[in-house]
């Protein structure tokens, strides 16, 4: 049987993104089966392992197989990429194991693999087998990428040095403050490592993209016109978006709060499955919840720990008592819930209810957005999320901006102000609705995303 082998970076992000391109390509041609190298830090495990075993039970067309554990200090590194980094470089003979150990039972068609899992690029053409990148962010953040190496060439200093607005293929112009953070210092190792993996992109058989053709099309026609890789060749992008989780985990008591709510009525924030706050900046969103007088569905996590050892474990359980202003909850309790640690997005998103969304911009939160239809305030957090709120403002006219003060802290006015905006404003949610409906047609038989998958498969 043709196998085609997937593999993710650890980020639970990347994996779920991952695994529903695979449930994409099963269900449309069940002849392909699907293997997934899974590689799951020892420091967060937890629902990565849950996960994982959800899916081996309802979808057994997807075997998992896992790399065996490379033991890691955190404290020696200084972020999250930076271990995920050095963990997918020392698994490289474990994943060339797997492949080889695959291959000797069935015919590997095709690698796919995550953009921070390039350096197993050069196992699968050991073995004869074309390896696709599976990019899990926006077409937009991908031309970036695939333009970051004559950048590098064309400039002499860092990014946070440059005072001017950033103009690349396809986008609006970048403050250099919204940019990647491991793209910031070019003396640093992230940046360099990045840059690594910027100029393997288009040394692949082909980039899959969790978008759909319309939702992006400069940044599309920029990278298939060529010009994000000036001095090389473009290999074919395949847009198969937008691939998000299905919806169905209705028993969850914030949906039967939702139930009781009028239509469109409701503000829900959520921030991303590594979003937390300070206790400081969770008491102005209260306030300005409470001032603003909207409906609200509020997702809270406990704050991130003062000690270093920590700081990559789940968070504990938020004690709402001591972390919310006194009297909050009992104060807004007619027209408010608040969840803690987690909530299903999907069916929160897709309820009648629900007329706004404040977000981190997480690319999978933004696809289940534009899926729902549901306007967006952006407050990014970390990784590429930044640059995705200046395209998602400037460029998709999606989501309205939430402005920091000094500091970093968003004040409990400023989050009143986007809330009722958001609320209220017409125009943003007239562009949601109209991207809802291009997202449904993107899927459906003979849209753009099938028939890109169609070609996809072709060409294996």
Same mark, same amino acid.
């Given at each position: ?26 269900? !449309? ?52 990429? @930076? ?12 994943? &060339? ?22 350096? @197993? ?21 991908? @031309? ?7 950048? !590098? ?46 100029? !393997? ?158 977000? !981190? ?21 970390? @990784?590429?999320? *930044? ?6 403002? &400037? ?37 949601? *609705? ?27």
């Amino acid at each position: 049987m043709a196998t085609i082998v997937l593999y993710p970076s650890p980020g639970m992000g990347h994996l779920i993104s991952m695994v529903e391109l695979g449930k994409h390509i099963s269900k !449309h041609h069940p002849s392909f089966s699907i293997v997934v190298l899974t590689l799951i830090p020892s420091f967060n495990t937890g629902t990565t392992a849950t996960y994982v075993r959800q899916i081996s039970a309802t979808f057994p067309a997807i075997t998992f197989h896992h790399l065996p554990d490379i033991p890691l200090d955190p404290l020696l590194f200084p972020s999250m990429e @930076a271990i995920i980094f050095e963990l997918i470089r020392r698994s490289n003979p474990n994943v &060339d194991r797997a492949l080889q150990s695959i291959s000797s039972s069935s015919k590997i068609t095709a690698f796919v693999i995550d953009t921070f899992c390039a350096p @197993a690029m050069s196992l699968a053409e050991n073995i004869n087998v074309p390896v696709y990148y599976f990019f899990t962010s926006g077409a937009c953040c991908l @031309a970036l990428l695939l333009y970051m190496p004559t950048i !590098h060439k064309t400039t002499t200093e860092s990014i946070k040095d440059m005072n001017t607005l950033i103009h690349l293929p396809g986008l609006p112009p970048i403050p250099p403050s919204d940019m990647l953070r491991p793209l910031l210092d070019r003396t640093s190792a992230e940046y360099s490592d990045f840059l690594g993996k910027c100029e !393997h992109l288009p040394k692949s058989a082909g980039i899959i993209i969790n978008t759909f053709d319309s939702l992006e099309p400069k940044a599309l026609k920029a990278i298939n016109d060529g010009v994000c890789v000036p001095d090389g060749s473009t290999p074919p992008i395949y847009c198969m978006g937008p691939l998000i989780v299905s919806g169905d985990d209705g028993s969850h008591e914030c949906l039967n709060w939702l139930d009781l709510q009028p239509s469109g009525s409701v503000v829900y924030l959520c921030f991303g499955s590594l979003g937390v706050f300070s206790s400081e900046q969770l008491k102005e969103i209260a306030k300005g919840l409470e001032m603003s007088g909207v409906r609200f569905l509020w997702v809270v996590r406990s704050p991130p720990s003062n000690k270093k050892e920590d700081r990559f474990l789940p968070p504990p359980e938020p004690d709402l008592d001591i972390l919310l202003p006194e009297g909050f909850l009992e104060r807004t309790k007619d027209r408010g819930l608040v969840v803690k640690k987690w909530a299903p997005q999907v069916a929160v998103l897709n309820h009648k209810s629900v007329g706004g969304f404040v977000t !981190h911009c997480g690319w999978n939160s933004v696809l289940e957005a534009v899926c729902a239809g549901v306007p967006m305030v952006a407050w990014p957090l970390y @990784a590429e999320q *930044k640059f995705n709120k200046v395209v998602l403002r &400037d460029e998709m006219k999606l989501v309205l901006p939430m402005d920091e003060s000094e500091g970093g802290l968003v004040t409990a006015m400023e989050l009143e102000k986007r809330v009722r905006q958001l609320m209220e404003g017409k125009v943003v949610r007239e562009v949601a *609705k109209a991207r809802k409906e291009e997202a449904a047609m993107a899927l459906s038989d003979g849209g753009s995303s099938r028939v890109s998958l169609s070609k996809l498969v072709a060409s294996w």
